[in-house]
């Protein structure tokens, strides 16, 4: 059973930028649709982006224009750059690959 480690998260103020990483312990190539989620205190979790292996990428319009969700399929690995970080982007980052999800990173952005 393949394995999602999250990381990158941690705390920055408003305004910034964070780079989260999702590395798997296998092969992860022919899955087709990867995708990052959040989680907010109280709230259902999200969908962020996700991006498939012919490159098409989809985003949550909230984060569209300041985040990139991007992989490496040689290094079974799914980047999330987030950029012009809010308050509101607050929450436990999961990253999704088929039914295999991460155990979260979180993301903490305030002053």
């Known amino acids: 059973q393949v394995q999602l480690v999250e990381s990158g998260g941690g705390l920055v103020q408003p305004g910034g930028s964070l780079r989260l990483s999702c590395a798997a312990s296998?092969?992860?190539?022919?899955?087709?649709?990867k995708a990052w989620y959040r989680q907010a205190p109280g709230k259902q979790r999200e969908l962020v982006a996700s991006?498939?292996?012919?490159?098409?990428?989809n985003y949550a319009g909230s984060v569209k224009d300041r985040f990139t969700i991007s992989r490496d399929n040689a290094k079974n690995t799914v980047y999330l750059q987030m950029n012009s970080l809010k308050p509101e982007d607050t929450a436990v980052y999961f990253c999704?690959?088929?039914?295999?999800w991460g155990q979260g990173t979180q993301v903490t952005v305030s002053s």
């Open positions: 296998g092969s992860i190539s022919r899955i087709s649709t």
């Open positions: 999704n690959v088929g039914q295999i």
């Open positions: 991006i498939t292996n012919l490159g098409y990428t």
